[in-house]
């Protein structure tokens, strides 16, 4: 196994037109959830992924384990719970800048997750541990898994890779920053946005910042700049490596999961930061050019092509 994820996918509904959605009528049912995102990039790249979980014994869990599944992900480790349902919700976008998005997770089946039902064998059999900062956000039994999985990481000598993907409709900033503190002392990849960076080690200065993370004893510090590009920071080594242009942002939701699919597998790969990371950019930029979270998400020859093309319009400027 080369990634092993913890984390809730959940049903997602999109209505067919732009604007406010109280004057929708139809929607589309598409499935998103940070860390399946991520697995499920790899997973197009040629990599073995592994998601733990919990889903619904309803129709929406239904829905998400043939998908997810469908695309490459093992779901071997996914619990049916029949005494909660799969989480759903709603991205209503007005336009390329302003996307809203409504949850209906709370008490859901993902809620459930505990730490029990963490397979410390399966863990050992990865070569990182993904993790973002949502999962601890669903409950107390999601937070105590999630630090008892990075524990089992610890033992078995696997990498542990964090997002902090702050969502402070989840939780309150105190109870956020103290957790998400905790889990990046853990980490040995961080791959915070700028603004979560700054959320965290309260500097606006990238390098400061990187600092901060390197002094809790991450190895390796990614920052997300967006649209611009992407800070890394190791040892005695620094850069920028800029965003790719496209054509047109259709929908920037999942870009950050494809970003950091694209590190991981350059990092599988055996390539250098640099490398891992400008790969990160392309495939973040490739998601945003579609609508949804794993549509843009592309195998290796699709990956190819895309920085082939983006080098010869250097070429021909």
Known sequence: MDVVSIGETMALFTPDQRGPMRYARNFSLKMAGAETNTLIGLAKLGHKTGWISRIGKDEFGAFLLHSIRGEGVDTSRVTVDDQALTGIFFKEIRNEK??????????????????????????????FLYLTGITPALSESCRKAIFYSMDVAKKHGVKIVFDPNLRLKLWSKKEARKT??????????????????????????????????????????????????????????????????????????????????????????????????????????????????????????????????????????
């Open 98 to 127: 302003d996307v809203r998005i409504t949850y209906y997770r709370k008490h859901s089946a993902a809620s459930r997750i505990h730490h029990e039902q963490i397979d410390e064998d399966y863990i050992a059999s990865a070569r």
């Open 180 to 317: 998400l503190l905790s889990m990046a002392e853990m980490a040995d990849l961080v791959l915070p946005g700028y603004q979560e960076g700054i959320f965290l080690t309260e500097t606006t200065d990238i390098k400061e910042m990187a600092d901060v993370f390197h002094q809790l004893g991450n190895e390796i510090v990614i920052i997300k700049c967006g649209e611009k590009g992407a800070y890394y920071s190791l040892h005695n080594q620094s850069g920028f490596i800029h965003s790719f242009p496209v054509k047109k942002v259709i929908d920037p939701v999942g870009a950050g999961d494809g970003f950091a699919a694209g590190v991981l597998s350059g990092l599988l790969d055996g390539l250098s930061i640099s490398q891992s990371v400008e790969r990160g950019c392309a495939i973040g930029a490739m998601v945003t050019t579609v609508p949804g979270d794993i549509e843009g998400l592309p195998d290796r020859e699709t990956l190819e092509a895309f920085l082939k093309s983006v080098d010869q319009e250097d070429i021909e400027r």
